[in-house]
């Protein structure tokens, strides 16, 4: 017990407790003993973020859209077949909508299905049939496109390429069909410019792995219209996802806020600091895993490639190249075996002596870590400024569903206030003058001294404004 939950959550203890106290007492004295243990829980920390956090899922599921279920894509493509593309296509199949998995290599289409089919079994405990599995359809070309709904492109990050497939697919769906690019970071508004129905496309971005991270983020790009992003949420609703509506902006909200933690982690090892203790703070904070094996499991040439993207967009970031030394020595992390960490079967095997090029022993302090999760803050008040969402409400959402951050502890933005505004004005002061602007307090933090406004109390959970 305490391995999965790391002694966060009182509860499981606290039961285990009373059922030592109360095992040879009248069933009077016991539920006394219950009632006031369950007094006692109510009034943690833990219990009230976790509320938070249950009235944060039912948000994301009663902000419903427009879209009727007629509306909803009933056939489906799947173009670029990589790790997430037979993700995204194993998740359309389980809900019963036949997909075509589209690439320009037999081999990746073979993998692509293999993958689906092994996570259609694993979510059906091995017990997948041939009518799920004869949803999935590879091939090379556009064959059966003019009756595809929607098409979800996955290919390689890079914008050229994919506007080059937008051409292309447009020219063989029909023209009320949506296609929606999973891209993590370029521009949904530069991605329209290609196309003659630029309404019909989005962004819909799924977290890895695709199968457990239960967050999509849809994106708005300059010219989507309103019953795009309608239908796409409706999707997301029935992929039994949560998803947040966010501006077209580098980074979206998600990988901007994980993209500034991974890059100051990144920096902190440069100057000496061991990644093998900062991904033990982590997991110690609450998180499944530490930067570092997230790193991996993103995998390092599409962290560069954020990076870099993220490093143009906004020029008070320090950039690190850590990860660019990893990416010519081709340790790519989990999915070719090695990264910071080995893997085997997909599964951790141990630190990996050859990945990170900076060994150092030296362990991380409790005030560098912290710096982490500053940044992360920071670039948080940043974002409602620049207004990629609305409300601290989406970025708590976005962060617990979509990276993993510690449920327990609210969100981001809850964290944040119970730190206290001002403390956390004052360290943000301290490190900018020490390692540059990019710590600069936000406006907002000062304008707003909090992420939750005192009126907002569960009311915030019932806004709209950008939450699917």
């Known amino acids: 017990m305490l391995r999965k939950t790391g002694g966060h959550y009182p509860a499981p203890l606290k039961i285990l407790e009373i059922l030592q106290q109360t095992r040879s007492l009248p069933i009077a004295d016991g539920l006394r003993i219950e009632a006031r ?3 006692e829980l109510l009034a943690t920390k833990e219990c009230k973020n976790l509320v938070h956090m249950f009235h944060l899922s039912q948000r994301a599921r009663k902000a419903l ?3 009727s279920s007629n509306s909803l894509p009933r056939q489906a493509a799947v173009v670029g077949v990589g790790i997430m593309g037979g993700g995204i296509a194993s998740l359309l199949a389980s809900r019963n909508i036949p997909v075509r998995l589209k690439d320009i290599k037999t081999e990746a289409v073979a993998a692509g299905i293999d993958q689906a089919g092994k996570l259609l079994s694993k979510r059906s405990r091995g017990q997948t049939t041939d009518d799920t599995t004869k949803l999935l359809t590879g091939q090379l070309d556009y064959r059966g496109f003019s009756t595809i709904e929607i098409v979800i492109e996955a290919v390689v990050e890079q914008s050229a390429i994919k506007q080059v497939v937008i051409q292309e697919v447009e020219a063989e769906i029909p023209e009320s069909a949506i296609i929606a690019s999973n891209t993590s970071a370029l521009s949904i508004s530069d991605l329209q410019k290609v196309a003659t129905r630029p309404g019909r496309i989005a962004g819909l971005h799924f977290f890895i792995p695709v199968d457990k991270m239960p967050l999509v983020e849809v994106i708005a790009g300059a010219r989507t219209d309103t019953s795009t992003l309608d239908t796409l ?3 997301a609703l029935k992929l039994g996802k949560f998803s947040i509506i966010v501006a077209d902006r580098p980074g979206f909200l998600v990988n901007r806020l994980l993209g500034v933690m991974l890059a100051e982690a990144c920096l902190l090892v440069e100057t000496g600091t061991s990644w093998k203790s900062l991904d033990q703070l982590a997991i110690d904070f609450g998180w499944a895993m530490g930067p570092f094996r997230l790193i991996d499991e993103i995998g390092i040439d599409i962290a560069v490639e954020a990076g870099q993207t993220l490093a143009a967009a906004f020029p008070y970031l320090k950039k690190s190249s850590l990860l660019e030394q990893l990416l010519a020595n081709q340790q790519l992390g989990r999915k070719v075996g090695a990264g910071f960490y080995n893997y085997s079967r997909g599964h951790v ?47 708590d959402t976005g962060l617990v569903f979509g990276t993993g951050f510690p449920p327990f502890r609210g969100g981001l933005c809850r964290w944040a206030d119970d730190q206290g505004p001002g403390k956390l004005i004052g360290e943000l002061q301290e490190l900018a ?4 602007p990019r710590f600069n307090p ?27």
């Open 233 to 235: 949420v409706a999707l």
């Open 65 to 67: 859209p427009h879209a």
């Open 349 to 395: 095997a141990g630190f990996n002596p050859h990945g990170c090029p900076v060994q150092s022993e030296q362990p991380a302090s409790a005030l560098e870590f912290r710096r982490l999760l500053l940044i992360m803050v920071n670039e948080a008040a940043r974002c409602l400024e620049d207004e990629i969402v609305r409300h601290p409400a989406d970025i």
């Open 37 to 39: 243990s369950l007094g």
């Open 433 to 436: 003058a020490q390692h540059g």
């Open 442 to 468: 936000a406006a907002y933090l000062a304008e707003h001294k909090t992420f939750y406004q005192p009126d907002d109390g569960a009311r915030a959970t019932d806004n709209k404004n950008g939450a699917g």
